[in-house]
């Protein structure tokens, strides 16, 4: 099992940049797949980027593409998002979630492969 806690939300300009960073504990963090996902008010939680165990893998949803990059540190048990070029529609609360499983895997876009979660991290941008 592992727990994972996000940080680094805010309140962000229009084209501006933050970096969401997530610190897992428990038991082999390098086991596990890891993912980020957002929700805006009334709209369904969506998967925004994943990466595999070893960092080599990466994807992303086409909205965010060019713009976020997820990183790992499996020294320090982390995970980050590098968000550049922040636009309104970027506004929700960013979860991060932990995949049993190596690579990134099948179905990785969907919110019901991924076992762990933590309460998510407010990010708005203003316009």
């Known amino acids: 099992q592992v727990q994972v806690e996000e940080s680094g939300g805010g309140l962000v300009q229009t084209g501006g940049s933050l970096r969401l960073s997530c610190a897992a504990s428990g038991r082999a963090f390098i086991k596990y797949a890891m993912g980020w996902f957002r929700q805006a008010p009334g709209k369904e939680r969506e998967f925004v980027a994943a990466i595999s165990n070893g960092g080599v893998s990466t994807a992303y949803a086409d909205s965010v593409k060019g713009r976020f990059t997820i990183s790992r540190d499996n020294a320090k048990s982390m995970v980050h998002l590098q968000m550049n070029n922040l636009k309104p529609e970027d506004t929700a609360v960013y979860y991060c979630?932990?995949?049993?499983?190596?690579?990134?895997?099948?179905?990785?876009?969907?919110?019901?492969?991924?076992?762990?979660w933590g309460q998510g991290t407010q990010v708005t941008v203003s316009s």
């Open positions: 979630a932990a995949r049993n499983t190596g690579g990134i895997g099948d179905g990785y876009t969907g919110r019901n492969a991924y076992d762990y």
